[in-house]
């Protein structure tokens, strides 16, 4: 079993930059694949950036490739999403994604993810 906090969003303007943070509680952070994921008002919750165990492997969605950096810090059971060049479509509440399945593994679909945390929100104005 898994926690996670999200935490790091806020009002920003577009052009702006935030990072958001995610939290693990447990002993094998390194074992667990994490992804973030966004959900606008009156939208599906879609798939935004994911990075495997070791760090080594990275996904992300076209709509934020070249301007979000999803990164993790394994000694500090944290995952980071550097979110720059933001646009008013980015704003949404984030979400953390955790699946306990080694140190390879990514995935960009949601049902993959077991754990979820409760997330933060994101708001970009124009």
């Known amino acids: 079993q898994v926690q996670l906090v999200e935490s790091g969003g806020g009002l920003v303007q577009a052009g702006g930059s935030l990072r958001l943070s995610c939290a693990a509680s447990?002993?094998?952070?390194?074992?667990?694949?994490m992804g973030w994921f966004r959900q606008a008002p009156g939208k599906e919750r879609d798939f935004v950036a994911a990075?495997?165990?070791?760090?080594?492997?990275?996904d992300y969605a076209d709509s934020v490739k070249a301007r979000f950096t999803i990164s993790r810090d394994n000694a500090k059971n944290t995952v980071y999403l550097q979110m720059n060049s933001l646009e008013p479509d980015d704003t949404a509440v984030y979400y953390c994604?955790?699946?306990?399945?080694?140190?390879?593994?990514?995935?960009?679909?949601?049902?993959?993810?077991?754990?979820w945390g409760q997330g933060t929100q994101v708001t970009v104005s124009s």
């Open positions: 994604a955790a699946r306990s399945i080694g140190t390879r593994l990514v995935s960009t679909t949601i049902t993959w993810y077991n754990y």
């Open positions: 447990g002993r094998t952070f390194s074992r667990y694949a």
């Open positions: 990075i495997s165990g070791s760090g080594i492997t990275t």
